[in-house]
């Protein structure tokens, strides 16, 4: 197949509009909440602080497995947790660098873990800006918010559905009656506690699929209104492949919403008119926020064998080591000799790895997570970015490329 066919007409009309050098030279992408601003060697250091599977939801939409039935650990000690951020500050001691800009707190869901106001106070107090990301439901507790919602933190929650019968269709997704309503008011408390000066910032999380579309301009627009940061994501593929397949969006879903949330952030000047900004209205795996987290963050998690496995994001096993038994010296040396995660755009496959817009735009190949989990291989392109041709997006000996074997499956 020649490469012109693996891509769609819209990407070849974006193609020859790049012969105006004006619209390269007159973009430029923003930078997300997540990716460093202080020259530290990574962005993110994710930690687990419960088990992936723990939470008090079991919505439709999430990636993770639907069981709730591996709860094999309890939530992470904090002197557990001390101890990595003080292998951190050891290695910002010895080689004269800084390690990480982001402390990521994630699950399952992190609220659940109750020393995790102490987890907070010590990343602040480490120079890591703690990023949290909830349901929201324990912060609809307005004296628990004052714990968690400190000077300096980043909290990524969810988005009420906004929109007639918003709750009820959320309560009936999350499978937890009353969660739209503790929603509502988590978001209200920190609304309230930001407008007397408490600086927190606030990113909202917007699962987009079958059951969500409708929605989803109107929480768009609900959160440029209340200076929520909108992080709007396409549904990633789960971990087994087919559980949540019925969710995933079709291709004229994407362009559509795409299109109605570019126009809308062009005439509220959230966006400047350029090909290359709608381009990112239309990629996965989040809208206008590229992920870069499998080249520049490591992700701590729990196995059924206990806590510590050093991946590269949440959507890999590839293991880096263990952070409670190995160094943080051999886990980067591991993870920089990873190609994939280091050099990832020699590495990658298929279509991928001939878009123009793979540079142009920085949305690093798409979603490494999506890719592993269609294809069993990290290394694949990216089944539902939209400016693969169909056809191709389902063929797995193109989306790898059946003549080089996949270094890391």
């Known amino acids: 197949m020649s490469i012109k066919d693996m891509f769609t007409f819209e990407y070849h009309k974006v193609i020859e509009l790049l012969e105006d050098r004006k619209v390269i030279n007159n973009f430029q992408r923003k930078k997300t909440f997540r990716e460093n601003s202080d020259n530290s060697v990574y962005t993110d250091i994710a930690i687990e ?25 309890a939530p992470l000690k904090y002197q557990h947790f001390k101890e990595i951020i003080d292998k951190v500050l050891e290695y910002k001691k010895e080689n004269n660098m800084k390690l990480f800009s982001n402390m990521a707190l994630i699950g399952g869901e992190p609220t659940l873990n109750p020393e995790l106001d102490k987890m907070i106070e010590y990343s602040l107090a480490n120079n890591l800006t703690p990023i949290l990301v909830t349901n929201g439901e324990k912060l609809s507790d307005i004296d628990y918010a004052k714990k968690i919602c400190l000077d300096g933190v980043v909290i990524t929650v969810h988005l ?49 699929c079958q059951s969500t579309k409708n929605f989803a301009f109107d929480s ?69 926020s590229p992920c870069t987290l499998i080249q520049n963050s490591i992700h701590i998690k729990y196995e059924e064998c206990g806590f510590g496995k050093v991946v590269s994001c949440c959507g890999q096993s590839i293991s880096h080591g263990n952070i409670m038994n190995d160094s943080l010296e051999n886990i980067i040396r591991h993870k920089e000799n990873t190609k994939i995660f280091s050099e990832q755009k020699k590495h990658i496959k298929g279509p991928c790895s001939e878009c123009l817009l793979y540079d142009l735009v ?7 997570g999506n890719a592993k989990n269609t294809f069993g291989c990290a290394e694949a392109s990216d089944p539902q970015c939209i400016f693969i041709s169909s056809d191709v997006r389902v063929n797995k000996d193109i989306m790898i490329n059946k003549n080089s074997a996949c270094a890391i499956d």
């Open 160 to 208: 009420p559905l906004i929109g007639e019968e918003g709750d009820e269709v959320l309560d009936k997704l999350s499978k937890k009656n009353g969660y739209s309503l503790k929603l509502k008011k988590a978001i209200e408390n920190m609304l309230f506690l930001r407008q007397n000066d408490v600086k927190v910032k606030i990113i909202g999380e917007f699962v987009i």
């Open 220 to 288: 768009y627009v609900y959160c440029r209104e209340n200076d929520i940061e909108p992080f709007f994501e396409l549904m990633r593929i789960s971990n087994d492949s087919y559980t949540n397949k019925h969710l995933m969006l079709e291709e004229s879903d994407i362009k559509h919403l795409g299109d109605a949330l570019y126009e809308y952030d062009l005439k509220n000047n959230y966006a400047v008119d350029n090909p290359l900004n709608k381009v990112l209205y239309y990629l996965p795996p989040t809208i206008n």
């Open 49 to 73: 602080i419960v088990q992936d599977d723990l939470c008090q939801l079991s919505c439709e939409w999430c990636y993770i497995g639907q069981s709730k039935s591996a709860k094999f650990n």
């Open 362 to 368: 920085g949305c690093e190949g798409g979603c490494r």
